[in-house]
């Protein structure tokens, strides 16, 4: 029986403090920031404030359960959607 990932591939679950990280990288500047820009906005429509480190050529995420105390539905779902803004940079 194949079970699956309670979160979207190629993210890590934290235990402390709860919490799903991923580092995208992308070709160059103009990439990374058209991927920012598009994480700014899914932002705004959510309400979820992922922490967010970047350099030049690639952006780390990490997001929270909105209610702190664990990786909700909310954070898994910011994820796969922060997977295809990704995904749409990529292309």
């Keep these: 029986m194949t079970t699956e990932p309670r979160w979207p ?31 700014a906005s899914l932002s705004k429509e959510t309400g979820l404030d992922p922490d967010l480190s970047f350099t030049r050529t690639h952006v780390t995420v990490t997001v ?8 909700d539905a909310e954070a898994r779902e910011f ?8 995904t749409l940079e990529a292309a």
């Design 9 to 39: 591939e190629g993210w890590t679950e934290v235990e402390r403090p709860p919490s799903l990280y991923r580092r995208f990288e992308f070709a160059d500047y103009s990439e990374t920031r058209a991927f920012l820009n598009r994480l």
């Design 79 to 86: 994820a796969a959607r922060a997977e295809a803004i990704a």
């Design 64 to 71: 929270y359960g909105a209610d702190g105390a664990t990786v």
